[in-house]
């Protein structure tokens, strides 16, 4: 069981070129979500769904764009990134039918906007 | 406006001993709690949570105390131990409908010395 799984692991782009990170999560899992987290931020919200083909917007919203075709994919989009967007990205998936059920996170994703 | 605070950005205890991390909180909306663990390079774990209705939960080395009346939780590790070093991440949520989301603190950094 592999869980919550992100690709790629490592990505460093120029400022201006786009790039897709993938989440997927093999739980059967209804809610997905997008964080970020940055040096003595935490973990702020980017994007989050509720289910296949929903989405909607968290804290950190601009830049950055979120497909779910699939109920296990959770797609994150950065169509021209910039040095503000380096930072560490996490995913995480929630069983969803319990509002009070934990966060699964995967292992996260290291961007570098140079 | 931060909901989750968590004043502490470090912490260092001798191993053995009693870490006691802090968490407060804002919106009374809130009714469940959760600490999360982060290792460098690895996603945040679930650690332990505890919901309104009860003022402690317990899980072994692990016990996290509600205060509701001053919005405060808090987590003591009993005894800590060099592996429990990591950055400590509180979280809240509300029931209800519409609530998804959970709300991270910016997390507190505990170091166990051997």
């Known amino acids: 069981n592999a869980g919550v799984t992100q690709t790629p692991k490592f990505r460093v782009l120029k400022t201006g070129q786009s790039m897709t990170l993938l989440c997927a999560q093999d739980m059967n899992h209804e809610y997905m979500y997008w964080y970020r987290q940055d040096p003595g931020m935490g973990l702020r919200l980017i994007h989050y769904?509720?289910?296949?083909?929903?989405?909607a917007k968290g804290e950190v919203p601009d830049g950055y764009n979120v497909s779910r075709l699939k109920k296990q994919n959770f797609l994150l989009g950065l169509e021209s990134a910039a040095p503000s967007q380096t930072s560490v990205y996490f995913c995480?998936?929630?069983?969803?039918?319990?509002?009070?059920?934990?966060?699964?996170f995967g292992e996260g994703s290291r961007l570098t906007v140079l | 406006d931060q909901q989750v605070k968590q004043n502490s950005p470090s912490l260092s205890v001798q191993e053995g001993r009693i870490s006691i991390l802090n968490c407060d909180y804002t919106n009374s909306m809130f009714d469940y709690f959760l600490w999360y663990k982060k290792y460098p390079a690895e996603g945040p774990t679930f650690l332990i949570s505890?919901?309104?209705?009860?003022d402690k939960n317990e899980d072994g080395r692990f016990t996290v105390f509600l205060n509701k009346s001053a919005k405060h939780l808090s987590l003591h590790i009993v005894p800590s131990q060099p592996g429990d070093s990591a950055v400590y991440f509180c979280?809240?949520?509300?029931?209800?409908?519409?609530?998804?989301?959970?709300?991270f603190g910016k997390g507190t950094k505990l170091s166990v010395i051997p």
């Open positions: 995480a998936s929630r069983i969803g039918v319990r509002t009070t059920g934990e966060l699964f």
């Open positions: 505890i919901s309104s209705i009860k």
């Open positions: 979280a809240a949520s509300a029931s209800g409908a519409g609530s998804y989301q959970l709300t």
């Open positions: 769904s509720v289910g296949e083909g929903t989405t």
